[in-house]
Each structure stands twice: as structure tokens, then as C-alpha cells.
């Protein structure tokens, strides 16, 4: 069964302490995985998509990175306005669940000045 | 370009009625997508259709739930008999198709419902 597991649950961080996010899963035929960021009250917001084992992808602050069992996302320096909840996803290779995008619970990150 | 909107933003119900949720998603997209999260998860998938028809309806909870795209484009999720166990938000997504290996869902804002 495909499944996506995230830790921490919460993560609170001082402004300029860089960490990371953990997201393990497992996946009959990776099709990609997903980061994406919640914002209190609105829907997931798309971040990276990864396709294969090495690969790594940055967007200002964040980096995410891939192994064959699970990804990273590195947040270096953050700011207070990084403050959201981070999202994993899968997405399998099998015809009949092609569209379908497996969550994690997600990491509630707080950075405070 | 505009973003995948949804209405209502709010929903407050009472047990037993019908409700329906409306999606309009990016124009373009063909491939169109329900989730639902509750407090603290991930969103859960519920439907996907591709142009019309419902290409996977397997995460629906029971025949309580229903969508449809008539014309390939908005979606209307339609909810019977609802009970206090709905209460979540529910959320849409597009993209152009899932059968490219680079597709991308792109998220509305979803829409609270609450049952009381």
C-alpha cells in the first residue's frame, strides 16, 4: 500500500536556525513526490516535484532533496514568513491510480524572530 | 492567469440535508480533482475526471457522494443526506494530465463544510 509518513509533527525554529523536514514513503513505481505548502485556512501550495533518487531542486530558502526512500526539505536561515505547514505527496505509476496523490499529515513549522 | 476557485468558501449545514460544492479549475486543465482533509491530515483523495468522465472514483467514502463535469470543465461534488462525519475541507485540484510524467496538481482554496 502506498504511504507517506512526515516528521516532526511540529517543528518550531528561531529565525536563521536551518533544519529539516523528513518525509519516508513507500510506493509500488515512484511517478513523482510532491512538496507543497499550507498556509493556515487556504489549500496546498505547489512547491517541488522530484522524479528520481539524487535529484534536488531549491527555491529561495527551501532545497528538497530525493533517495529511493525518502525526501528531504532543507530550510536554511528561514524567516517568520516561512511559518506554514509543509505537505509530501506521492504519485504511483499504476494506470487505475494515475491521478491520485498519496498526502503525509504534514510538518507545522513555526520560525519566530 | 486565474487559479482554481472554489464556492462556497463556507458551508454550514444541518444533519440529514444535501449540499453541493462547486469547483472551477484553471483553464486548460482537463484532468480536475477532489480531496478531503480534516483537521490536522493530509488531503485524502476522492474523485478524478479526466474531460468528463470520473477516471477514478474509488476514494468516494460511499454512495452518499457524488460528482460530475458535465462539460468538462467546472465540477459540482454533491453531498446527500450529510452527517456530522463530513465536516472537513473539502479541496480541488487541476492539472493538464496525469498521464504526462511532469503533470502538476495546482489547489483551489477548498471549501470548510460543516454539519452540525
Known amino acids: 500500500e502506498d504511504q507517506v509518513t512526515q516528521s516532526p509533527e511540529a517543528l518550531r525554529l528561531q529565525e536563521g536556525e536551518s533544519s529539516s523536514l523528513n518525509c519516508s514513503y513507500t510506493?509500488?513505481?515512484?511517478?513523482?513526490l510532491f512538496w507543497y505548502r499550507q498556509d493556515p485556512g487556504k489549500g496546498p501550495e505547489f512547491l517541488f516535484t522530484?522524479?528520481?533518487a539524487g535529484e534536488e531542486k531549491e527555491k529561495e530558502r527551501l532545497k528538497a532533496t530525493l533517495t529511493k526512500k525518502e525526501s528531504f526539505l532543507h530550510i536554511t536561515a528561514p524567516k517568520p514568513e516561512d511559518s506554514a505547514t509543509y505537505l509530501c505527496a506521492v504519485r504511483n505509476d499504476r494506470g487505475s491510480t494515475l491521478g491520485r496523490l498519496y498526502f503525509g499529515r504534514g510538518t507545522q513549522l513555526t520560525v519566530w524572530p | 492567469g486565474a487559479g482554481v476557485s472554489q464556492t462556497p468558501s463556507n458551508k454550514v449545514t444541518e444533519k440529514g440535508k444535501y449540499v453541493e460544492l462547486r469547483c472551477d479549475p484553471i483553464s486548460g486543465h482537463t484532468a480536475l480533482y477532489w480531496y478531503r482533509q480534516s483537521l490536522g491530515q493530509g488531503p485524502e483523495f476522492l474523485i478524478y475526471f479526466q474531460g468528463t468522465g470520473a477516471a477514478d472514483d474509488s476514494g468516494l467514502p460511499n454512495d452518499r457522494f457524488f460528482a460530475v463535469r458535465p462539460e468538462g470543465s467546472v465540477s459540482t461534488l454533491k453531498i446527500q443526506r450529510t452527517e456530522r462525519g463530513d465536516s472537513a475541507v473539502y479541496l480541488c485540484?487541476?492539472?493538464?494530465?496525469?498521464?504526462?510524467?511532469?503533470?502538476?496538481?495546482?489547489f483551489g482554496p477548498g471549501t470548510r463544510l460543516t454539519v452540525l
Open positions: 510506493v509500488s513505481g515512484l511517478r513523482g
Open positions: 485540484a487541476s492539472s493538464h494530465t496525469p498521464n504526462y510524467p511532469t503533470d502538476t496538481q495546482y
Open positions: 522530484l522524479y528520481s
